[in-house]
């Protein structure tokens, strides 16, 4: 009998959750990811001859892969395991599809094979389990890259309309109540009566997993938007027609609205309703705000972390590994608990996170999930490694508008957090607004203070002691100057520039205290301190502006 190490992955992730419309095909596309390795795992814990090491097996969310040692006398159950595996994979899609179409055809089931690709890999730990570790990454590395290449429409690929959510196969599903769609179909498409799908739309089997998926309601962006303005019982009771609170805004034309959303409900109680929790916000002065917040936050060199390289001499990498799927499960539960009270959490698998939050909780909610993974994984862990490393977090933070593609805002936020991540020593944040006049604001800094510091400037705007002129002004006169580090007349220049600046920006008939512009001004200037680029400062001062704004301050 022989200890093996061994890899089980599932393919491909980013691009199954990114193709969405709603936050719903968003959700259910990270549940089935993550219910396809719970299902493995729920089948490894039956193996008496198996030991699970990495994830940590209560995770809400489980990532795409799974590392565990396996105890066999020879190769051929290795082998015969991970087809196994690989298997029950496809086995759990085909059930899926079934319960969501309740129709199985080889067709559809075909183009799931040809999309979700299983990896495994395995190698005897014939030395340390370093050692195993270290050759078992790199095989199953490569294995990775080998694609493996299915081709459709009997060696000829897929022909005809695509899909309307991906894009890349054919559709083949399409709304029962729409006549012109099916003359541009294969065949092959079928039509379905649900009010998940639009009229508009025909989509693939693939997309459709996620569309028409039986999981847990998911909030719309604009219900999100709106967290902290709607009470419980409007939201149930919007809920209860099945309409989603975008109706609320002006903008939108409910007639077109329910025409384009397929909803089966009455016009006139639609606007009824509309009417009712308008009244009522503006009776109330509440705003219904159209801009949401996107987090997306991952563990700094988790590959390094994972490799030993930052344990101290003597520790033992399995133990560490343990021990490290543990922190991160906590982290994680800890992380959707602090989303969940001010939006809602789509995946939190431990060092990764992905949540939607309120637009006026999104800076505590940052300090809150930064301060969380320092307590649980950093501190916790810190026993482990060497004197001078650390385990950190960077994170993409975007705020959009509700009517912006969420596709687009995906992907805005995953290029924001790998901008965090190019950044000398990571453990950063980088946070872009995505202005529904196209306008695009971002910056990017280390963790630290800052956010405390950015609150301080955005509560002194929204009491209405001071205006924003300043922000603006001083961006005026500074962003084309030359900040020479080995001349300090522009840091005084622009300190005595902002303090002024400062001064004329009190609001008039508002008493402001010589002690309240002089605390104004320090945190500015301490601000300042903290970029390297005055392009990522003022795009800071841009972004406490816009929030001013949005979030209503009082003028």
């Known amino acids: 009998m022989a200890d093996y190490l061994m890899i089980f992955s599932i393919s491909p992730v980013q691009s199954f959750i990114a193709s969405s419309r709603k936050t719903q095909d968003l959700y259910n596309g990270s549940k089935i990811l993550s219910n396809m390795i719970r299902s493995q795992l729920d089948f490894l814990h039956k193996k008496d001859s198996v030991e699970i090491v990495f994830p940590n097996s209560e995770n809400q969310s489980l990532p795409n892969r799974l590392m565990f040692k396996v105890n066999s006398k020879d190769d051929s159950f290795i082998t015969e395991l991970g087809n196994k595996m690989e298997k029950n994979s496809h086995s759990y899609l085909y059930k899926l599809s079934f319960d969501a179409l309740k129709k199985s055809d080889k067709i559809l089931l075909a183009q799931i094979d040809s999309f979700f690709q299983c990896h495994w890999s395995a190698v005897e730990i014939k030395d340390t389990y370093e050692s195993a570790y270290s050759e078992l990454e790199r095989k199953h590395a490569g294995i990775k890259k080998i694609g493996i290449f299915k081709q459709l429409g009997n060696g000829k690929g897929e022909q005809g309309r695509k899909c309307s959510l991906c894009g890349e196969h054919n559709a083949l599903i399409f709304n029962k109540s729409t006549n012109r769609i099916p003359n541009f179909l294969s065949e092959n498409a079928f039509p379905i009566n649900s009010n998940l799908l639009k009229k508009s739309e025909s989509i ?138 001010v939006g809602k959490s789509v995946y939190a698998g431990g060092d990764d996170f992905l949540g939607f939050c309120s637009l006026d909780s999104l800076l505590p909610t940052l300090t809150q999930l930064n301060n969380t993974f320092e307590e649980k994984v950093n501190k916790e862990l810190k026993s482990y490694l060497k004197p001078s490393s650390e385990i950190t977090m960077s994170a993409g933070i975007v705020i959009a508008h509700y009517k912006t593609p969420l596709h687009i805002v995906l992907n805005w936020a995953r290029n924001m957090e790998g901008i965090s991540k190019d950044i000398k020593g990571k453990n950063s944040v980088t946070l872009a607004v995505l202005k529904h006049s196209g306008d695009i604001q971002k910056t990017t800094w280390q963790w630290g203070n800052l956010i405390g510091k950015m609150n301080f400037v955005l509560e002194q705007l929204k009491i209405g002691n001071f205006s924003t002129n300043f922000i603006y002004t001083l961006e005026k006169e500074f962003k084309n100057l030359n900040n020479d580090k080995e001349n300090d007349s522009y840091d005084r220049q622009f300190a005595t520039e902002i303090k002024r600046l400062i001064k004329r920006s009190v609001i008039e008939n508002k008493s402001v205290s010589q002690e309240n512009m002089d605390k104004l001004y320090e945190v500015c200037l301490d601000l300042k301190s903290n970029f390297e680029s005055s392009e990522d400062y003022f795009g800071l001062m841009r972004i406490i502006a816009f929030l001013d704004r949005e979030l209503g301050g009082e003028k």
């Open 204 to 341: 693939c089997s693939i997309c459709a997993l996620k569309r028409f998926s039986n999981t847990l309601s998911f909030p719309s962006v604009s219900e999100i938007a709106m967290k902290k303005s709607l009470l419980t019982e409007e939201i149930q009771q919007l809920k209860s027609m099945n309409i989603d609170p975008e109706i609320l805004y002006q903008e939108t034309d409910i007639e077109k609205y329910l025409e384009s959303e397929n909803k089966q409900v009455s016009l006139g109680n639609v606007k009824k309703v509309r009417n009712e929790i308008n009244n009522r916000c503006k009776n109330e002065g509440v705003k219904l705000p159209k801009y949401y917040a996107l987090i997306m936050y991952d563990g700094d060199s988790i590959g390094k972390l994972l490799s030993g390289a930052k344990l101290k001499e003597g520790e033992n990498l399995q133990n560490f590994h343990i021990a490290l799927a543990k922190s991160l499960s906590i982290n994680a539960k800890e992380s959707s608990k602090i989303v969940d009270k």
